[in-house]
């Protein structure tokens, strides 16, 4: 198993960037690609971006592409999800989330281990 911990949301203005880390713990980092996703009040969870499990590809919602970067450091067990040109309809609770296999998915039942989520607010 692997356990997920975010850190890095908070308050930002618009047009501002923030960058999200996920710390995994337990197993090899390196066999699990990683998704985050995210879910605003009201609204269904959504997916925001994925990695492989050795970081050599990537996947992104049309909503951030361009904006949005998601890595992988398997040597700190950490992925990131470097948001930038924020938009108030970013404003969610976003989640990192691992699956052991090499490639990822955009469906989020796909995912084995989820993160407690961190809060991010984008002020107009």
């Known amino acids: 198993q692997v356990q997920l911990v975010e850190s890095g949301g908070g308050l930002v203005q618009a047009g501002g960037s923030v960058r999200l880390s996920c710390a995994a713990s337990g197993r090899t980092f390196s066999s699990y690609s990683v998704g985050w996703f995210r879910q605003a009040p009201g609204k269904e969870r959504e997916f925001v971006a994925a990695?492989?499990?050795?970081?050599?590809?990537?996947f992104y919602a049309d909503s951030v592409k361009g904006r949005f970067t998601i890595s992988k450091d398997n040597a700190k067990n950490t992925a990131y999800l470097q948001m930038n040109s924020l938009k108030p309809e970013d404003t969610a609770v976003y989640y990192c989330?691992?699956?052991?296999?090499?490639?990822?998915?955009?469906?989020?039942?796909?995912?084995?281990?989820w993160g407690q989520g961190t809060q991010v607010t984008v002020s107009s």
């Open positions: 989330c691992a699956v052991e296999r090499r490639f990822p998915s955009v469906v989020a039942n796909d995912y084995d281990y």
């Open positions: 990695i492989t499990w050795g970081g050599g590809s990537t």
